[in-house]
């Protein structure tokens, strides 16, 4: 059985920095295209960065240079980093895989960026 595991969301300021994880068991995740998405209230969930196999990484625009997607082979994990956060941002952010079929969504984790 997969399971996806969000973590390292938290309350910010605008300007700072975060890194979230996703870590997984039941599936090997250097062999999937991942992705984490975000959805804020009221809002459909959203993609706003994926790895593919090779390692390539793909953004939104809103996100791009701000955030980055990043895979650790050995910890079966996918991270985001995230710098520069804006309101806006602010989301329960999730990972799975960038296209269906997609595997059941975890809990989430919450990012808040608020002064």
């Known amino acids: 059985q997969v399971q996806l595991v969000e973590s390292g969301g938290d309350f910010v300021q605008p300007g700072g920095s975060l890194r979230l994880s996703c870590a997984a068991s039941g599936i090997v995740l250097r062999l999937n295209q991942m992705g984490w998405f975000r959805q804020a209230p009221g809002k459909q969930r959203q993609l706003v960065a994926d790895i593919q196999r090779s390692g390539t990484t793909t953004y939104i625009g809103s996100v791009k240079g701000r955030f980055t997607i990043s895979r650790d082979d050995a910890k079966n994990t996918v991270y985001l980093q995230m710098t520069n956060l804006k309101p806006e941002d602010t989301a329960v952010y999730y990972c799975?895989?960038?296209?269906?079929?997609?595997?059941?969504w975890g809990q989430g984790t919450q990012v808040t960026v608020s002064s």
């Open positions: 799975n895989k960038a296209y269906d079929p997609q595997f059941d």
